[in-house]
């Protein structure tokens, strides 16, 4: 039996965990303020190690938001696959958003954070708008069905909607005692049900 010849230096880094440590830094600095000559420093490898799984810093921006992007358009896919009233679609959609967040919180929060400024972030807004039309369109099958107030305006009753999900990136921390799954639930009696008692 021969034994796999050994490995010299640092140990390696694979495309995955390259991809957790970038998004880590480009959530504590952001992303211009993060250089590739940051993250070999952090990685304990040279750039053009880095190179080697990426062609750019841009890369590593949009395979981290596309990550965030891919796990709420499954979602939606579901969404739409299921059928029932609007109201609750709707629910799955926030209920499975919430789940996403949670799972993929570092990305999420990278997501929400994008401004624009590069190619990649254009595109991720882009997708952003599309879902938050899915999410508007819901809403307005919801209302027309009488399970909506008619008095709200369908765009503004998303926004806020979602505004509620995107704002778990604030303070929302995984902890053992609390799985994903009640804070999916909290969420959604808030926005389904309400304060009252």
Known sequence: ???PPARRGRPGYDLES???VAVKLFNERGYDGTSME???RKLGITKSAIYHHVPSKEELLRLAVDRALDGLFAVADE???LEGPAIERLEHLVRGSVLVLADRLPFVTL???VRGNTKAERAALARRREFDHLVTD????????GDVRPDLDPAVAARLLFGTVNSL???YRPRRDSPPTDLADAVCTMAFEGLRG
């Not at 819901?138 to 069905?145: D, I, P, S």
């Open 138 to 145: 819901l809403v307005k099958q919801a209302c027309a069905e």
């Open 38 to 40: 940051d993250l070999s």
């Open 111 to 113: 997501l929400l954070r």
């Open 18 to 20: 390259l991809l957790q």
């Open 1 to 3: 039996m021969t034994t």
């Open 169 to 171: 990136i604030e303070w």
């Open 79 to 81: 969404t739409s696959a």
